[in-house]
């Protein structure tokens, strides 16, 4: 539960740049939120790593969902674009040419952070109902 609840943030503050176009009142709380995005962005990005590796064990034994490998791919996918900035002064900032191609790779990827977090949130909202509706019929 915390761990959607995690997901559904990140993927909002994500989707910030599309959202604020919707809602004034959602973009003043996800403002509140910006200073916490490399925190977030790791969490998420932490999860998704985990997740993926439970999902690759669960594949092994012949598990398989469309729905929880979107939202691991997508987990993954947007915790790093949420802490690609601190990642990059952590990483590339000891050489000026990876440096470089780091803010050319993220203006790159800029344009689909926000439609991968409002997919993010949606799926991950999404996914948890259907849990919760498979645990309730057991």
Same mark, same amino acid.
């Given at each position: ?20 176009? %919707? ?10 939120? /910006? ?7 790791? &969490? ?20 398989? /969902?469309?729905? /929880?490998? &979107? ?8 915790? %790093? ?20 191609? /780091? ?17 993010? &949130?949606?799926? &991950? ?9 498979? %645990?309730?019929?057991?």
């Amino acid at each position: 539960m915390i761990e959607t609840v995690i997901t559904v943030i990140a993927g909002l503050l994500a989707g910030a740049s599309l959202l604020k176009r %919707f809602s004034k009142d959602a973009n003043q709380y996800l403002q509140k939120l /910006s200073p916490y995005q490399t925190f977030i962005g790791l &969490a998420v990005l932490a999860l998704g790593l985990w997740n993926l590796i439970q999902l690759i064990r669960l594949m092994l034994h012949g598990g398989f /969902s469309v729905m /929880s490998t &979107a939202v691991v791919g997508l987990q993954v996918v947007v915790g %790093f674009l949420l802490c690609f900035g601190w990642l990059g002064q952590l990483l590339f900032s000891r050489s000026p040419e990876t440096e470089a191609k /780091s803010k050319v790779l993220q203006q790159k990827l800029a344009p689909y952070q926000g439609v991968l977090g409002l997919v993010l &949130a949606v799926l &991950a909202v999404f996914n948890l109902v259907q849990q919760m509706r498979a %645990f309730a019929h057991l």
